[in-house]
Structure formats: structure tokens, C-alpha cells
């Protein structure tokens, strides 16, 4: 009760009026069996009886019309309360620290918004005034069932009291298996994404009966806690039934006998038959809420893990200096300096040790290095996806952590060698940072990127839907429309990952000149694998795994650093006219 509590926060108003409601209606409901009682006991004695079977009429109709007005209300209410429940988790899903997007897969995440508020959309709609409502009208009804005759009462609170016990033998059951059901959904949602995100993979390799397999046995999962689920709430129900049908029956025999030996009226008789019928309803919604708030905790338990996760803090660190603004910077910082940085995405297992090297303004530098030396993630750092568990990454002179991620994201922009389109137009893509980019502006990055040929041979032009994940396009024509979306923010520093691992020699080398470009309005830090894209760096950084980075020209690393003479000489730089060699591992590699 305590945790539906919390969830109706911002909706305590419409809950009020919605338990008012249904308790006037219910209250109207208690009366009709009195109305009834005087109207058999006129009956018996002759008198007019149309004018109390009007009311009994006006009466229910009354109770219907408050009744559904008290629904209406509930159910609007159960939708705001799933609603502001979603918008938090989404925002909060949105925000999540990225190490949390590494222990938590994403269709689980996903399966949280989706079907667990869903049930819980129930739990809030009917469950919290059905366990309120129908307490009172049950207690209700029992006190005036002890007015017409107290031992009648008692036979019908004994059978009653079986029925409980039963339930709640099993409530403890049903909210475990509840839990595992909803756990298992996730896992399918989970599952499911994982096969959908790589399915050209999938198809290459025939692995659909695979995955399908893969699955299935998650929704068999599903099924076989959904079984247990129903098979307690099967048994549940019958309780239920057979004690209010019990009671009804001993209620009919037992007072027929007090009536036939005058121990009681006929109305009374009746009135108390209807209360005990009227009980039905109550008590079987006090159960079946009970039920439900037990189902309803497992999806409320992941609802609440999701919303505990920790976010981002993108605003500066303790004990900087907040909003008071900024110093100027001194002249001669560099775009982006790093000294002395170590990080490792697990304990002990370090990835960067002591990286130091700066990338000045209007300057272009290459990062190159084995896979898992940590190219990537030095991207990551800059971007602020990780803190560095020592040393400091800053901007302008200015240490990212004083700084803030919001404020050091606004001078960066990231070109992943995994490029980013998502569903949409190619309008919508490009203008992703800069939603309202004048006209101009988009036709200049369009220039840069050379796109304006793939523009005039789409039917749309700019405003054609692209695909789920930029299907339509080919993956050359994908990383320049990352490319160009990147370059309309007009970054301060400009992070590219491989820009020419999917073009051709000529979209090479035309991107090659775009890059000398850019690096006359904005600094570039490049993760290269060509030779080609290394010779034209203003400088070189090579990462050394196990130890810090060798800094320097191409001349002068062929001279003097091994490793790079052996990435020159071998395939991991490959000259410009071959065939791209794929070296950008993922993050957890470097």
C-alpha cells in the first residue's frame, strides 16, 4: 500500500474524487437491499409497493451512472501514472553513467518502459481504490448483515475466513513467480534485440533457427512462470467462488429454516441474501486486488532498480566554479590535452597508462596504436562516457571534471567508425546537433561532405525517410552523413574514428582535402589505420599498450619508435590505395 501510495504522487487529487465516487456508489448500493426488505415486507401486508420499486430503480441507475464516472477517473488516472512513470524512466535511461549500459543490456532496459509499467498501469487503476472501496463496502455490508441477524453472519465469516487463508498461503508464491515472469519477458525483449540489431550477421551465417532457438527458450520461460502465475490465481479464484457460493447457500438454508420457524421475516430474509450477494463483488475485488498488487510488485521491483541507476552528472564538479563564469583562457592553450591519464574498464586491468599529448587549435593529429592500445578509449574520455581514474583530460587548459560534460560536449563532435543514422529523414540526421541549421549552412557541410550528389538522386531529396539504422544508404555514404552532421555543429575539436574506412580511393582522397579544410576552423584528432590519413597529421601519437604514448612526426617515429615502424611496414597502416584494414576495436578492447 505504501509503494501504491508513492506511485499515485500527483494524482492523490483524482484518486480522491475516484474512491469518493465509487463509495457513493457503493453506498447507494448498501441501501437498495433495505428498499427491497420494505417492499417484500409491503408486499406481504398489502400495501403499495410501485413507489419503493421506483426508487430501488432510480437507485441503480444512480449507482451505474456514479459507478462509471468513478472508472473513468480511475483509468485516466492508472494512464497518467504509467505515463509520468515512463517519461522518468526514459530520461533516466537516457542519462545512465556508460558503465551501467555495460552490466544492463539494452532490450531489458527497453522491456522496463514498456510491458512492466503496463502491468503496473493496472495495479494503479484498479487495485489501490478496489482494495480501499472495497474493504469499506465489505465492512459495510457485514455491519448491517449483523443488524438482521448476527448468527447468519457468523456461519457466512467463517466460510469467508477459509477463502482468506487460502489466499494468502499462495500471495507469496504468486509475487515470486510474477517477478520471474516479468524478468523472462525481459530477457526475450532483450534477446530479440540483440538479433535484430546484427541481422545481416545472422543471415550470412544461417544462424535463424539459431536465434530462434535462442528465444524460444526465453519465452518459455516467460510461459512457464506465466503457467505458475496461473495456476496460483486458478486456485485462488475457485476459493473465492466456493466460499461466497458456500455462504450463499447456508445463508438460504439456515434462514429459510429461521423463517419457516418464525424466528425471522421473509424481508429480512431477503435483505440479508442480498447483502450476501452484494458481498460478492467487494470481496472479490479485495482479492483479486490483493493478486494483482502482488503481480504487480515484481514489475514495480525492475521499474524501480531502472529509475536507482546512476546518471550522469553533466554539471561541473564539487567545488568548482559552478555557474560563475569562466576565466579567460590563457593564449596558446591547446584544443585538448591529456596528462598523465589511466583508466580500465575493470580493476586490474588497466587500458591507458600515463597518456599524455596535446591537440592544438587548427591542427590535425593522428592517434594510431594496435587494437586494444586504446584509441577508442581515449574517444571516450574526451566525450566524457568515462571519468579517468587518474589524471586530466581539459579543454582549452581548463580541466574537463571544473568544466563539466555539458559544457566540454558543446566544443566537441564525434564521427564513431560505427556511424550513427537512425531512423528518419536525411534532413532530420544532419541537422541531429543543430535542429534549426539555416538552409545555407546545411548546403555548405553537404559541399564538404560531398552528399549534394547523393541529395539530387534521392526522391526526396533531403526529406527522404532513410531507413531503421540508415538501411538505404550505403556505409560509405553513411559515415559522410555523420560526417557532415558533426561538422554543422562547427566544433571546436572534431574526434574521427577511421573517416575513410568505407570510401573509395576518390571519396579518400576528396575527404582527405575536406580534412585540411576543417583543420583550418577547428582542431582534429583522427584514429587512423591508412598511412595516407597519418602522413597528412599535423602530428603523431602512437599508443603503447602497457606504458605512455610515443609523440612525434612520421619522420621521426620511423626513426625512433619500433612499434610504429612496424605499423608502417606492416598491414595495420596500409598505404591509401588498399583495401582498409578494420583495427578500431570496440570499446572494451581499446
Request: proline fraction near 5%.
Amino acid at each position: 500500500m505504501a509503494t501504491l501510495y508513492r506511485l499515485t504522487a500527483g494524482h492523490r487529487a483524482a484518486a480522491a474524487v475516484a474512491t469518493a465516487l465509487t463509495l457513493a456508489g457503493s453506498a447507494l448500493g448498501l441501501v437498495q437491499p433495505l428498499v427491497a426488505r420494505h417492499a417484500v415486507d409491503a408486499s406481504g401486508r398489502g400495501q403499495v409497493v410501485w413507489p419503493l420499486l421506483a426508487l430501488l430503480g432510480a437507485l441503480f441507475l444512480v449507482e451505474a451512472a456514479i459507478g462509471s464516472a468513478g472508472r473513468f477517473l480511475l483509468e485516466r488516472m492508472g494512464e497518467g501514472v504509467v505515463r509520468q512513470l515512463r517519461l522518468g524512466l526514459v530520461g533516466r535511461l537516457l542519462r545512465l553513467e556508460m558503465r551501467e549500459y555495460d552490466r544492463h543490456r539494452s532490450g531489458d532496459l527497453i522491456s522496463r518502459v514498456t510491458a512492466d509499467t503496463t502491468l503496473l498501469r493496472e495495479v494503479v487503476s484498479q487495485a489501490l481504490v478496489d482494495l480501499v472501496t472495497g474493504s469499506l463496502v465489505a465492512a459495510g455490508a457485514v455491519i448491517l448483515m449483523a443488524w438482521l441477524d448476527p448468527l447468519l453472519l457468523l456461519l457466512v465469516a467463517l466460510t469467508v475466513a477459509v477463502a482468506a487463508a487460502v489466499v494468502t498461503s499462495l500471495l507469496q508464491g504468486l509475487r515470486k513467480a510474477s517477478e520471474h515472469m516479468q524478468d523472462s519477458v525481459g530477457a526475450v525483449a532483450a534477446d530479440l534485440e540483440r538479433a535484430l540489431g546484427a541481422l545481416p550477421m545472422v543471415r550470412v551465417h544461417r544462424a535463424e533457427d539459431r536465434e530462434a532457438a535462442r528465444i524460444g527458450g526465453r519465452v518459455q520461460e516467460a510461459y512457464d512462470a506465466g503457467v505458475r502465475t496461473a495456476k496460483l490465481a486458478s486456485v485462488m479464484s475457485p476459493a473465492v467462488e466456493l466460499a461466497v457460493q458456500g455462504s450463499f447457500l447456508i445463508v438460504l438454508v439456515v434462514g429459510g429454516l429461521r423463517v419457516s420457524g418464525h424466528a425471522g421475516s421473509l424481508g429480512d430474509l431477503v435483505a440479508f441474501l442480498l447483502y450476501a450477494s452484494y458481498l460478492v463483488l467487494p470481496l472479490s475485488c479485495v482479492f483479486h486486488a490483493v493478486g494483482l498488487v502482488q503481480r504487480g510488485m515484481g514489475a514495480y521491483r525492475r521499474v524501480d532498480q531502472a529509475l536507482r541507476l546512476p546518471v550522469e552528472h553533466t554539471g561541473p564538479s564539487a567545488g568548482s566554479t559552478g555557474h560563475r563564469p569562466l576565466p579567460s583562457v590563457p593564449a596558446g592553450q591547446p584544443a585538448l590535452a591529456l596528462h598523465d591519464v589511466r583508466f580500465g574498464y575493470a580493476p586490474g586491468r588497466p587500458v591507458l597508462s600515463g597518456v599524455s599529448f596535446a591537440v592544438p587549435h587548427r591542427r590535425q593529429v593522428a592517434l594510431v596504436g594496435p587494437s586494444g592500445a586504446g584509441k577508442s578509449t581515449v574517444f571516450a574520455l574526451v566525450a566524457g562516457f568515462y571519468e579517468p581514474d587518474a589524471g586530466t583530460v581539459l579543454f582549452d587548459g581548463r580541466p574537463a571534471a571544473e568544466l563539466g560534460r555539458d559544457v566540454c560536449r558543446r566544443r566537441i563532435a564525434v564521427v564513431d567508425q560505427n556511424t550513427h543514422v537512425v531512423h528518419g529523414t536525411l534532413r532530420e540526421n544532419i541537422t541531429y546537433a543543430v535542429p534549426d541549421a539555416p538552409e545555407a549552412e546545411i548546403r555548405r557541410v553537404l559541399s564538404l561532405t560531398r552528399l549534394e550528389e547523393l541529395v539530387d538522386r534521392l526522391p526526396g531529396g533531403l526529406d527522404t525517410v532513410v531507413g531503421e539504422r540508415g538501411s538505404t544508404l550505403s556505409g560509405g555514404e553513411r559515415q559522410r552523413v555523420a560526417l557532415a552532421r558533426a561538422l554543422l555543429a562547427r566544433p571546436a575539436l572534431l574526434l574521427l574514428d577511421e573517416p575513410t574506412a568505407h570510401l573509395d580511393a576518390i571519396n579518400e582522397a576528396a575527404l582527405t582535402t575536406v580534412m585540411k579544410d576543417v583543420a583550418q576552423e577547428c582542431a582534429l584528432l583522427v584514429i587512423a589505420h591508412r598511412l595516407s590519413t597519418v602522413r597528412h597529421a599535423d602530428h603523431i601519437v602512437v599508443l603503447h599498450p602497457g606504458r605512455g604514448p610515443a609523440c612525434g612526426s612520421h619522420e621521426q617515429l620511423m626513426a625512433r619508435d619500433p612499434l610504429y615502424r612496424e605499423l608502417a611496414t606492416s598491414q595495420m597502416l596500409r598505404p591509401g590505395d588498399g583495401p582498409p584494414a578494420d583495427l578500431g576495436g570496440r570499446r572494451t578492447n581499446g
